[in-house]
């Protein structure tokens, strides 16, 4: 497990999926998280495809930092909620980052349409870890389905995060973020949300020790 940052008090995170996951709720937040504890915080956000499935990435930047794209080799913590779409940042990763993926794996548009061929979790799997040594593999579609909606897996890779050694943030400010975000959407989606992030945050903590 790789100590804390402490350089320049810096944390960079990079977010990436496929459009319809909720990369960009869970990008925010972090963001909310980190702007409850007055921290210094800059996101950004790339999309591929506008569609629902073309790729997104963002990218969250805590600490002195000017700049909203991060350099390669300075991301401290890959967040995948799509297995295939880690393997398209690995040169961002500082070598002692932590890579958190959700074992979701999602067609692509050309393998539908038959012209490209589909990429097995094992082998992204033995690519990733062979990349880096913190790597946590998370079942969050799983977990999010067991709770009654899938769509709340990205909150549950954010709870993951949370729960890591490395990460800036305090679970409080996370659970104050996901009220502040999903207060119009009702008690339900609150709840649901807030269940999410504590399911995260209780498989992190079993994972980060083993």
């Not at 548009?109 to 990429?119: E, H, L, N």
């Amino acid at each position: 497990m790789n100590p804390r940052k402490e350089s320049n008090n810096k944390y960079d995170i990079l977010l990436s999926g496929v459009g319809g996951m909720g990369i960009l709720t869970a990008s925010r937040l972090i963001t909310d998280a980190a702007r409850i504890e007055s921290k210094n915080v800059i996101m950004s956000e790339i999309h591929g495809l506008s569609q629902r499935g073309g790729m997104v990435y963002t990218m969250v930047r805590l600490g002195k930092v000017v700049a909203p794209l991060i350099k390669k080799g300075s991301v401290d913590t890959l967040i995948a909620l799509e297995a295939t779409e880690s393997m398209r940042y690995l040169e961002k990763m500082d070598p002692n980052g932590t890579i958190i993926v959700n074992d979701n794996l999602v067609v692509p548009p050309i393998v539908t349409a038959g012209v490209g061929k589909k990429t097995s979790f094992s082998k992204i799997k033995r690519k990733l870890e062979t990349f880096s040594d913190n790597v946590t593999i998370v079942p969050a579609l799983k977990i999010a389905e067991g709770l009654g909606n899938p769509i709340v897996q990205n909150v549950v890779l954010i709870g993951v995060f949370f729960a890591h050694v490395t990460s800036p943030l305090a679970k409080e400010s996370g659970k104050k973020a996901i009220k502040t975000r999903f207060k119009e959407k009702g008690e339900k989606i609150v709840d649901l949300n807030l269940r999410a992030f504590e399911r995260g945050l209780e498989i992190g903590q079993k994972l980060f020790r083993q």
